[in-house]
């Protein structure tokens, strides 16, 4: 179990979703969460833009991915708090980039 101290953790699960995917997964975070005795809250980057996060103990961010790229508002909402994030451990690579062009990174897939 999760702990802060011997106390619940107030958990912001933040996220951005297009197709509804993104919305599934942090409502399984959040159950997992809430089972585990913990105080979740779901806030969607679509609807709320600049989350105030100061009342919470944790932060997971969640985003959709496309061809490999992490969906805008999802990089907006972490470069604009990434004074706040440094020295985060973070995940934030969708799939295995086989090459990259530029800054950009591409991911190769085979449809079977």
């Known amino acids: 179990m999760i702990s802060a101290g ?3 953790i107030k958990t912001a699960i933040v996220y951005i979703t297009k197709g509804g995917a993104t919305a599934m ?3 399984i975070v959040a159950e997992v969460l809430e089972a585990a005795g913990h105080e ?3 806030i969607d980057l679509g609807k709320i833009r600049k ?3 100061s009342a919470f103990d944790a932060v997971v961010v969640g985003t959709g ?3 490999g790229m992490v969906y805008r508002k999802g990089k907006r909402f972490l470069r604009e708090r990434s004074s706040m994030t440094s020295g985060w451990p973070s995940s934030s690579r969708a799939g295995s980039p086989s090459r990259t062009r ?3 990174s591409t991911s190769s897939s085979t449809r079977c």
């Open 102 to 104: 530029g800054n950009r």
């Open 65 to 67: 991915v496309r061809i």
């Open 6 to 8: 011997g106390s619940n």
């Open 40 to 42: 979740p809250s779901m």
């Open 25 to 27: 997964y942090a409502r």
């Open 51 to 53: 989350p105030d996060l």
